[in-house]
């Protein structure tokens, strides 16, 4: 069977899980979604009964379990608590903030965490390795919200180098630091070692007998095998690249689903919340899977043995 | 001839935790302009620094303490390599000297195309168009006898065999014409019929190339060395200890070192043996049955992952029936593949039988279960090639050899101790090495500990897989010998699985060879060596190299041994058999063995043939 089609039925069903866990999480947290809704305010049981009514609470929870799933698969979760719009209408308004700042995450991330890990793994036990670690570990264990208030104390208010708010790409830089710091560091560790590793195999010892210059024998012959290890962890950590904004928004007071999400959560927004992780484990199912066909692209090996399956 | 390399005086030292450890002292040789220069040795000598150290290739922990290496240009210029920058030794790397390397699993690239990886050399060092190195490339895989040359430079190298990848290494080597070739044990991790392949390949180019490229080949093979080289040096812990002709150095050993490695060789002391007739015939009377198996088959379900219901079989063992009579070993060989392991492991029962019937002591073992095998496994033993994998490295030596005697209740623990260290001093091991771990232990003395494991439940029938493959020749003999002795004190019968001819004639009372799942002929020793019926057989001797005789027709096996999962059909041999018959080509004979003399067993379609 075809590796992609193969792929996609595991899809489905993770998906399924992951919303059944969601829907369940949220429907046995304390409290009445009525009161909630009237935001407090007392209210006559027919009116209690009315919003119950409208919010189709009143429907047995396999039945709204059901509606829910079917729901969202179309893409419709439902009306805002609070708002009383579409929760999908919200999201797609606060959307790109989002994905701007992941993807500026993402970018830093990736490219530092390479950078460094290169620099570190093609020397090992040097002091420039030692060193690049160190920051490597920094940047793993430093809070990003601390990060970002440290970014913006800096460069922001002291030296004045980059605007804090504001819209365009000059906006975006320290935000996209503070999320994508963690990531480098994780990628710097782990491109180190797993280049470490290539650069003491048979083969690279093949090409410097064939007098292939220094510089080649990285770019041609190693990164590419380096690199399987640090997509893997790619995939892992876009979890974390998705809190890393969420917290970040906060932090630099950017619109965003972070802001939306938090707002929603204090809100006890339901609707929202529930849209809002639905929304998120899809992206991430989505991400993971695009990580795996990098794997046949970066390694022949496994490309082959998919198609012979 | 002219020198083309002149070593001298080279020390050569690794750096460790431990302090500093001189690998190479005082090395100094000469190779000449278009000469096969062998460098022979035991495993530690000193031959892969030797061949690192005028690459320029040694890891960072060595380094060259003294000595000169002097490259000799085209125009008889003189280029130090030691002192040269690194980017000035890149030119000479791949360009005048080139090498090849021993693991042709682990020496390319993984994702990189073979035709890439050849043509990377070929850009680096000739200033020509891609297209024009494009046609070179191709010329070179024609050149090292690569079939489809077109089609298999786009694939990747696990799409090769181990024989057609160790050819893309020497294409990779003779890309830019080199001045200097060095080998180092090219053709050590492949079959002797894949090995003969590749060393007839380098003699038609050592033959063919009009530059003048000379060949620096390091083996531990003494075989190779007669077959290839005109010149050999011997090392001994890092020193040289001899060289000479190849001719000179074989009939008048100088170095005792040298003799002993030659005298050590198989085929030397069956020729003593011979000569002093050791073989007792009298003794041969003894025909009681100890083991006997009919019909076995094995084979494997493919795992096509959780989706599909694998139909398809890896067709391991097929129809194999034979005898083992009591206090004789059978030897059992073929290439890597044949099936040989899992036909010893079927008759041990480690795996199950898919059919057929285990006879041992008359008694049908086959259907036996785990706790009616307990007392069976007592007196059926298997050794295994590897002594570092099969021991745990977590329990000193005394608590592995006692383990199985407690499991069994063979004894009591203090009777054991004192029986333990009779058992190690019979392996040659001091009983000072019962409290010492594995990983302290060499080689040698890990395989002894083995065969003393295999030893302490008393058993009457040993399966012994390729116990002596990994290691050196002068430590082989010393195992076989042992392995010798205690045949006769411990009155043991042995199947001995080889890959290993010269190992096996010198061994074995039997001789069964495998092919592709099928035993094709079966004989005693003698009869099979001097005179072999089968096609495979005689293809398989014919591509050992010996020392002893001058062979002139090699009979070359072509290709690789097809893939267990679709066997040809009729003689499974028939598509790589070097002159089948017209009968055989139609692929509906069927295969069995028939007995062509007493004792004698042939395949029956290679004997209509005869
Ligand atoms: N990376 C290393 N670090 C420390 N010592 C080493 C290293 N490589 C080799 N040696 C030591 O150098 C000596 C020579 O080793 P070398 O690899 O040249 O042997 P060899 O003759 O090629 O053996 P083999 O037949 O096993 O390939 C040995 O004592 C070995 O232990
Ligand atoms: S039966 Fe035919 S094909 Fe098979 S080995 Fe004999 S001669 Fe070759
Ligand atoms: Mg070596």
């Given at each position: 069977m075809n590796f992609f089609l193969k792929k996609l039925l595991i899809v489905v069903p993770t998906l399924y899980i992951a919303w059944t866990v969601v829907f369940v999480t949220l429907n046995i947290i304390p409290g009445d979604p009525v009161n909630l809704m009237l935001g407090g305010r007392p209210a006559s049981d027919e009116v209690r009964e009315n919003v119950r009514k409208n919010l189709g609470l009143d429907k047995p929870v396999i039945e709204r379990y059901g509606s829910f799933l079917i729901n969202a698969t179309k893409g419709d979760l439902g009306k805002s608590y609070l708002t009383r719009q579409p929760v999908t209408k919200m999201i797609k308004e606060n959307m790109w903030p989002t994905i701007e700042l992941s993807i500026g995450g993402l970018i830093f991330g990736v490219f530092f965490g390479v950078l460094f890990g290169v620099f570190a793994g093609t020397k090992p036990n040097s002091i420039r390795d030692t060193i690049s670690m160190i920051i490597a570990l920094c940047g793993i264990s430093l809070p990003s919200f601390w990060i970002g208030m440290m970014l913006i104390y800096i460069?922001?208010?002291?030296?004045?180098?980059?605007?804090?708010?504001?819209?365009?790409f000059v906006s975006l830089i320290l935000p996209s630091i503070s999320v994508g710091l963690f990531f480098a560091g994780g990628m710097a560790r782990l491109t180190r070692s797993s280049l470490v590793d290539v650069l003491n195999q048979d083969y690279i010892r093949t090409a410097r007998s064939k007098g292939i210059s220094k510089y080649n024998i990285i770019l041609k012959h190693s990164l590419r095998n380096a690199m399987i290890p640090p997509v893997t962890l790619l995939g892992i950590q876009f979890g974390l690249l998705i809190t890393g904004a969420v917290i970040t928004e906060e932090v630099f007071a950017r619109p965003g689903l972070g802001q939306l999400l938090l707002q929603a959560i204090l809100a006890k927004d339901i609707p929202l919340v529930q849209a809002l992780v639905v929304y998120m484990t899809a992206v991430y199912i989505f991400l993971n899977l695009i990580v795996d066909f990098t794997y046949g692209i970066i390694d022949p090996r496994i490309r082959l043995e998919r198609k012979n399956q | 001839m002219d020198n083309l390399l002149e070593v001298s005086n080279l020390n050569t030292e690794f750096k460790s935790d431990y302090g500093s450890k001189q690998a190479l002292h005082n090395i100094s040789f000469k190779i000449k302009e278009g000469e096969v220069l062998a460098l022979v040795g035991e495993s530690g000598s000193g031959k892969t620094v030797t061949s690192l150290s005028i690459m320029g290739?040694?890891?960072?922990?060595?380094?060259?303490?003294e000595g000169e290496i002097k490259l000799f240009n085209t125009n008889k210029d003189e280029i130090d390599i030691l002192t040269l920058s690194d980017e000035k030794h890149n030119e000479i790397r791949g360009n005048d000297i080139s090498m090849v390397f021993q693991e042709p699993m682990t020496?390319?690239?993984?994702?990189?195309?073979v035709g890439e990886q050849i043509l990377e050399v070929i850009i680096r060092h000739k200033k020509i168009s891609k297209i024009n190195a494009k046609k070179e490339m191709i010329g070179l895989l024609e050149l090292v006898e690569i079939p489809d040359p077109i089609q298999r430079s786009n694939e990747y190298p696990h799409q090769l065999s181990g024989g057609m990848r160790q050819r893309i290494m020497i294409a990779i080597a003779l890309a830019c014409n080199p001045k200097l070739i060095i080998a180092d044990e090219?053709?050590?991790?492949?079959?002797v019929t894949i090995q003969a392949q590749l060393l007839e390949l380098l003699k038609k180019l050592k033959n063919s190339i009009v530059t003048k490229t000379s060949i620096l080949f390091i083996t531990h093979d003494l075989g190779i060395v007669k077959e290839l080289a005109d010149r050999v040096i011997v090392m001994y812990q890092g020193k040289i200890v001899e060289e000479g002709n190849v001719l000179d150095v074989f009939e008048r050993p100088k170095h005792s070192y040298t003799n002993n490695l030659i005298q050590s060789l198989p085929e030397f002391k069956i020729e003593k043996r011979n000569k002093e007739n050791i073989q007792n015939i009298t003794k041969s009377d003894n025909e009681k049955l100890i083991l006997s198996i009919k019909n076995i088959y094995k084979e494997f379900p493919v795992d096509k992952g959780i989706f599909k219901k694998s139909?398809?079989?890896?067709?391991?063992?097929?129809n194999v029936s034979f005898d083992v009579k009591e206090n004789k070993i059978l030897g059992l060989v073929g290439e890597s593949g044949s099936g040989k392991s899992t036909l010893g492991k079927t008759i041990i029962k480690l795996i199950e039988p898919t059919s057929g019937q285990i006879n041992f002591k008359n008694q049908?073992?086959?259907?036996?279960?785990k706790k009616k095998m307990q007392n069976i496994r007592q007196k059926m033993q298997m050794i295994f090639q590897d002594p570092f994998a099969s021991l745990n490295p977590r329990k000193n030596i005394l608590d592995t050899l006692m383990e199985p005697i407690l499991v069994h209740n063979l004894m009591k623990k203090n009777e054991a101790k004192e029986y333990i260290s009779q058992i190690i001093n019979d392996v040659g091991l001091p009983s000072e090495s019962l409290n010492r771990f594995p990983h302290e232990f060499s080689g040698g003395q890990r395989q002894r500990i083995g065969i003393a494991r295999a030893l302490v439940l008393k058993p009457e029938f040993i399966i012994a897989d390729e116990p002596v493959s990994a290691l050196d020749v002068s430590i082989q003999a010393q195992v076989l010998n042992l392995l010798e002795t205690l045949k006769e004190t411990y009155n043991l019968t042995m199947i001995f699985i080889s890959h290993d001819l010269s190992v096996i004639e010198y061994f074995c009372d039997e001789v069964a060879v495998m092919y592709l799942g099928h035993i094709v002929e079966m004989a005693p020793v003698n009869k099979l060596f001097t005179n072999p019926k089968h096609s495979y057989t005689k293809a398989l001797l014919s591509a050992v190299p010996k020392v002893k005789t001058k062979k002139t027709n090699k009979i070359l096996i072509k290709g690789d041994i097809p893939s267990p999962i679709n066997p040809p059909s009729g003689c499974v041999f028939r598509t790589r058999c070097p002159n089948p018959g017209i009968e055989c080509t139609g692929g509906d004979i069927k295969m069995g063995l028939v007995e062509v003399e007493p004792n004698h067993w042939v395949d029956k379609c290679c004997v209509k043939l005869d």
């Amino acid at each position: 069977m075809n590796f992609f089609l193969k792929k996609l039925l595991i899809v489905v069903p993770t998906l399924y899980i992951a919303w059944t866990v969601v829907f369940v999480t949220l429907n046995i947290i304390p409290g009445d979604p009525v009161n909630l809704m009237l935001g407090g305010r007392p209210a006559s049981d027919e009116v209690r009964e009315n919003v119950r009514k409208n919010l189709g609470l009143d429907k047995p929870v396999i039945e709204r379990y059901g509606s829910f799933l079917i729901n969202a698969t179309k893409g419709d979760l439902g009306k805002s608590y609070l708002t009383r719009q579409p929760v999908t209408k919200m999201i797609k308004e606060n959307m790109w903030p989002t994905i701007e700042l992941s993807i500026g995450g993402l970018i830093f991330g990736v490219f530092f965490g390479v950078l460094f890990g290169v620099f570190a793994g093609t020397k090992p036990n040097s002091i420039r390795d030692t060193i690049s670690m160190i920051i490597a570990l920094c940047g793993i264990s430093l809070p990003s919200f601390w990060i970002g208030m440290m970014l913006i104390y800096i460069f922001g208010t002291t030296l004045g180098w980059v605007p804090i708010v504001g819209d365009g790409f000059v906006s975006l830089i320290l935000p996209s630091i503070s999320v994508g710091l963690f990531f480098a560091g994780g990628m710097a560790r782990l491109t180190r070692s797993s280049l470490v590793d290539v650069l003491n195999q048979d083969y690279i010892r093949t090409a410097r007998s064939k007098g292939i210059s220094k510089y080649n024998i990285i770019l041609k012959h190693s990164l590419r095998n380096a690199m399987i290890p640090p997509v893997t962890l790619l995939g892992i950590q876009f979890g974390l690249l998705i809190t890393g904004a969420v917290i970040t928004e906060e932090v630099f007071a950017r619109p965003g689903l972070g802001q939306l999400l938090l707002q929603a959560i204090l809100a006890k927004d339901i609707p929202l919340v529930q849209a809002l992780v639905v929304y998120m484990t899809a992206v991430y199912i989505f991400l993971n899977l695009i990580v795996d066909f990098t794997y046949g692209i970066i390694d022949p090996r496994i490309r082959l043995e998919r198609k012979n399956q | 001839m002219d020198n083309l390399l002149e070593v001298s005086n080279l020390n050569t030292e690794f750096k460790s935790d431990y302090g500093s450890k001189q690998a190479l002292h005082n090395i100094s040789f000469k190779i000449k302009e278009g000469e096969v220069l062998a460098l022979v040795g035991e495993s530690g000598s000193g031959k892969t620094v030797t061949s690192l150290s005028i690459m320029g290739l040694l890891p960072n922990n060595a380094s060259i303490k003294e000595g000169e290496i002097k490259l000799f240009n085209t125009n008889k210029d003189e280029i130090d390599i030691l002192t040269l920058s690194d980017e000035k030794h890149n030119e000479i790397r791949g360009n005048d000297i080139s090498m090849v390397f021993q693991e042709p699993m682990t020496c390319l690239n993984p994702t990189m195309t073979v035709g890439e990886q050849i043509l990377e050399v070929i850009i680096r060092h000739k200033k020509i168009s891609k297209i024009n190195a494009k046609k070179e490339m191709i010329g070179l895989l024609e050149l090292v006898e690569i079939p489809d040359p077109i089609q298999r430079s786009n694939e990747y190298p696990h799409q090769l065999s181990g024989g057609m990848r160790q050819r893309i290494m020497i294409a990779i080597a003779l890309a830019c014409n080199p001045k200097l070739i060095i080998a180092d044990e090219p053709t050590s991790a492949l079959d002797v019929t894949i090995q003969a392949q590749l060393l007839e390949l380098l003699k038609k180019l050592k033959n063919s190339i009009v530059t003048k490229t000379s060949i620096l080949f390091i083996t531990h093979d003494l075989g190779i060395v007669k077959e290839l080289a005109d010149r050999v040096i011997v090392m001994y812990q890092g020193k040289i200890v001899e060289e000479g002709n190849v001719l000179d150095v074989f009939e008048r050993p100088k170095h005792s070192y040298t003799n002993n490695l030659i005298q050590s060789l198989p085929e030397f002391k069956i020729e003593k043996r011979n000569k002093e007739n050791i073989q007792n015939i009298t003794k041969s009377d003894n025909e009681k049955l100890i083991l006997s198996i009919k019909n076995i088959y094995k084979e494997f379900p493919v795992d096509k992952g959780i989706f599909k219901k694998s139909t398809e079989t890896v067709k391991a063992v097929q129809n194999v029936s034979f005898d083992v009579k009591e206090n004789k070993i059978l030897g059992l060989v073929g290439e890597s593949g044949s099936g040989k392991s899992t036909l010893g492991k079927t008759i041990i029962k480690l795996i199950e039988p898919t059919s057929g019937q285990i006879n041992f002591k008359n008694q049908d073992i086959s259907g036996f279960n785990k706790k009616k095998m307990q007392n069976i496994r007592q007196k059926m033993q298997m050794i295994f090639q590897d002594p570092f994998a099969s021991l745990n490295p977590r329990k000193n030596i005394l608590d592995t050899l006692m383990e199985p005697i407690l499991v069994h209740n063979l004894m009591k623990k203090n009777e054991a101790k004192e029986y333990i260290s009779q058992i190690i001093n019979d392996v040659g091991l001091p009983s000072e090495s019962l409290n010492r771990f594995p990983h302290e232990f060499s080689g040698g003395q890990r395989q002894r500990i083995g065969i003393a494991r295999a030893l302490v439940l008393k058993p009457e029938f040993i399966i012994a897989d390729e116990p002596v493959s990994a290691l050196d020749v002068s430590i082989q003999a010393q195992v076989l010998n042992l392995l010798e002795t205690l045949k006769e004190t411990y009155n043991l019968t042995m199947i001995f699985i080889s890959h290993d001819l010269s190992v096996i004639e010198y061994f074995c009372d039997e001789v069964a060879v495998m092919y592709l799942g099928h035993i094709v002929e079966m004989a005693p020793v003698n009869k099979l060596f001097t005179n072999p019926k089968h096609s495979y057989t005689k293809a398989l001797l014919s591509a050992v190299p010996k020392v002893k005789t001058k062979k002139t027709n090699k009979i070359l096996i072509k290709g690789d041994i097809p893939s267990p999962i679709n066997p040809p059909s009729g003689c499974v041999f028939r598509t790589r058999c070097p002159n089948p018959g017209i009968e055989c080509t139609g692929g509906d004979i069927k295969m069995g063995l028939v007995e062509v003399e007493p004792n004698h067993w042939v395949d029956k379609c290679c004997v209509k043939l005869d």
